[in-house]
T-cell receptor
Framework: GNSVTQMEGPVTLSEEAFLTINCTYT??????LFWYVQYPGEGLQLLLK?????DKGSNKGFEATYRKETTSFHLEKGSVQVSDSAVYFC?????????FGAGTRLTVKP | DVKVTQSSRYLVKRTGEKVFLECVQD?????MFWYRQDPGLGLRLIYF???????EKGDIPEGYSVSREKKERFSLILESASTNQTSMYLC???????????FGEGSWLTVV
């Protein structure tokens, strides 16, 4: 069945550091891929998505590229801010079957 | 603006009680979902519904049931709450495959 594996946290970085959170997936077909972010005390909100191979999703300085050959969708940001502190979830969706990774908690220190 | 509203943010219930968690969306979405979120386990799908009065079991349906009498409303029911159902419950909806899934703010349930 479909599944998502993402880098375990927690991750702690200093402000302006480079961020990578790894995500790999297993799917039977051609899923859409997502990154969701959860700020403290809130539900999840979409950060970015990609619906086919080689697509790059981007938002708020975050980027991720859909790599079919390596079944990956790694999240990157060149310079993190304190306000980026949150839990990040990688997810895939294929015909209403939506799977989430376990989440990676990011803490950015000033 | 898109809105998924969960009626209760924080609940404390006793073991054996019947618990209702309500979710309403205002986007005319066909598909609605209930997840539970636990530390280290991510989000696990309990039930989903792709139309009024239709429901499908997710990965962990045991101990739960759902109701979808109207398109905008999807209710999660714990028939007899147990302490291992203490968790954060998230409702979500989407308009179709490949579309963004929108989440409510979550309901924190504690069963004592």
């Amino acid at each position: 069945g479909n599944s998502v594996t993402q880098m375990e946290g927690p991750v702690t970085l200093s402000e302006e550091a480079f961020l990578t959170i790894n995500c790999t997936y297993t799917a039977t077909g051609y899923p859409s891929l997502f990154w969701y972010v959860q700020y403290p005390g809130e539900g999840l909100q979409l950060l970015l998505k990609a619906t086919k191979a080689d697509d790059k999703g981007s938002n708020k300085g975050f980027e991720a590229t859909y790599r079919k050959e390596t079944t990956s969708f790694h999240l990157e940001k060149g310079s993190v801010q304190v306000s980026d502190s949150a839990v990040y979830f990688c997810a895939l969706e294929e015909v209403y079957d939506m799977r989430f990774g376990a989440g990676t908690r990011l803490t950015v220190k000033p | 603006d898109v809105k998924v509203t969960q009626s209760s943010r924080y609940l404390v219930k006793r073991t054996g009680e019947k618990v209702f968690l309500e979710c309403v969306q205002d986007m005319d979405h066909e598909n609605m979902f209930w997840y539970r979120q636990d530390p280290g386990l991510g989000l696990r799908l309990i039930y989903f519904s792709y139309d009024v009065k239709m429901k499908e079991k997710g990965d962990i349906p045991e101990g739960y049931s759902v109701s979808r009498e109207k398109k905008e409303r999807f209710s999660l029911i714990l028939e007899s709450a147990s302490t291992n159902q203490t968790s954060m419950y998230l409702c979500a909806s989407t308009g179709g495959s490949g579309n963004t899934i929108y989440f409510g703010e979550g309901s924190w349930l504690t069963v004592v």
